[in-house]
């Protein structure tokens, strides 16, 4: 059972994962080979990050519930299963307040740097 799970949760065709990493991934290499800003390419290395790190927030969460599911009332399990929520939980929201902390400092020091040309 255990390995049915793990098939299903980790087809891209289910997750529809794959589409969305391999575009960005794309856009990332196509920034490399051409003349682009720095911003941009770091734009989108952060996005397949984040896109990577939410699927595997989503796996733990269905994986913790799928535990507790069938923990069939044994509250060492049923622990377990609510420890394993509980921790991806935390770490997504560790993971969005680094993200927006990170993107506040960057776009003030951006425009801190950035000269205005008026004509």
Same mark, same amino acid.
């Given at each position: 059972?255990?390995?049915?799970?793990?098939?299903?949760?980790?087809?891209?065709?289910?997750?529809?994962?794959?589409?969305?990493?391999?575009?960005?991934?794309?856009?990332?290499?196509?920034?490399? &080979?051409?003349?682009?800003?720095?911003?941009?390419?770091?734009?989108?290395?952060?996005?397949?990050?984040?896109?990577?790190?939410?699927?595997?927030?989503?796996?733990?969460?269905?994986?913790?519930?799928?535990?507790?599911?069938?923990?069939?009332?044994?509250?060492? &399990?049923v622990?377990?299963?609510?420890?394993?929520?509980?921790?991806?939980?935390?770490?997504?929201v560790?993971?969005?307040a680094?993200?927006?902390?990170?993107?506040?400092?960057?776009?003030?020091?951006?425009?801190?740097?950035?000269?205005?040309?008026?004509?």
């Amino acid at each position: 059972m255990k390995k049915l799970l793990a098939i299903l949760l980790l087809l891209p065709n289910i997750t529809l994962a794959q589409s969305n990493i391999m575009q960005n991934l794309d856009a990332a290499t196509t920034a490399y &080979k051409q003349d682009v800003p720095l911003m941009q390419v770091i734009g989108s290395i952060i996005k397949i990050f984040l896109m990577l790190l939410g699927t595997i927030f989503v796996i733990l969460l269905l994986f913790g519930g799928f535990k507790w599911m069938t923990a069939q009332g044994d509250p060492k &399990k049923v622990d377990e299963a609510r420890d394993l929520i509980k921790n991806s939980v935390v770490g997504v929201v560790i993971i969005l307040a680094a993200y927006a902390i990170a993107s506040f400092v960057l776009r003030e020091v951006y425009t801190a740097t950035t000269v205005n040309i008026t004509n």
